[in-house]
């Protein structure tokens, strides 16, 4: 059982949005900025895609976006592409009083 | 952004230890703060084993942290990973990564990763 709670899969057809959550405690993502998500294609390293909770790496297509709501982010990807098919995770840091790095379980994207 | 190259071995025997080495290269081991091994199992999601700062600190993964030594040597700019007493459950793909500068434990460079079977 994954730190953080993200749905197994989330489809939708291209040029749709749709959005990802990613739900955690006080502790982790509801008490810090340190809220990233990472893009894995299979076979593949895990790519950075948001940090910050809603900042993008240089490069990143501004497709990606980034929020919070208490203890739980959300990624949205809009203007569905093909390209998008891929596993997405969600990640915290809590903090250097305690200091540890969570990943949620991981989230199938399917592009219809 | 620097580059990350794992090596080690792909096969170790139960009971026995998980060595990888992670190679920095692009840029010095002191140019970033933490230094970080990840792993997934297969058709699994990622778990995060532990991180060393460049002086040498080190936070482990509470749920591996009496089997996992996690060590840096400047003189050569990588640093590696141990763990000890592995078992089937520990058969993986392991990746380093660097964190993105200012982005605490946000990590933008990873390595290609190293596939590390436990069998005999």
């Known amino acids: 059982q994954s730190a953080l709670t993200q749905p197994a899969s989330v489809s939708g057809s291209p040029g749709q949005s749709i959005t990802i959550s990613c739900t955690g405690t006080?502790?982790?993502?509801?008490?810090?900025?340190?809220v990233s998500w990472y893009q894995q294609h299979p076979g593949k390293a895990p790519k950075l895609i948001i940090y910050?909770?809603?900042k993008r790496p240089s490069g990143v297509s501004n497709r990606f976006s980034g929020s919070t709501s208490g203890n739980t982010a959300s990624l949205t990807i809009s203007g569905l592409q093909a390209e998008d098919e891929a596993d997405y995770y969600c990640?915290?840091?809590?903090?250097?009083?305690?200091?540890?790095?969570?990943f949620g379980g991981g989230t199938k994207v399917t592009v219809l | 952004q620097v580059q990350l190259q794992e090596s080690g071995p792909g096969l170790v025997k139960p009971s026995g230890t998980l060595s990888l080495t992670c190679a920095v290269s692009?840029?010095?081991?002191?140019?970033?703060?933490?230094w970080t091994w990840v792993r997934q199992p297969p058709g699994q999601g990622l778990e995060w084993i532990g991180e060393v700062y460049h002086s040498g600190s080190t936070n482990y993964n509470p749920s591996l942290s009496s089997r996992v030594t996690i060590s840096v040597d400047k003189s050569k700019n990588q640093f590696s990973l141990k763990l000890s007493s592995v078992t089937a459950a520990d058969t993986a793909m392991y990746y380093c990564?660097?964190?993105?500068?200012?982005?605490?434990?946000?990590?933008?460079?990873w390595g290609q990763g190293i596939l590390v079977t436990v069998s005999s």
């Open positions: 006080r502790s982790d993502v509801g008490g810090h900025s340190f």
């Open positions: 910050d909770i809603i």
């Open positions: 990564a660097s964190e993105l500068p200012g982005a605490a434990r946000q990590f933008d460079s």
């Open positions: 692009g840029g010095s081991i002191t140019g970033s703060d933490w």
């Open positions: 990640s915290a840091y809590t903090g250097a009083s305690a200091p540890r790095v969570l």
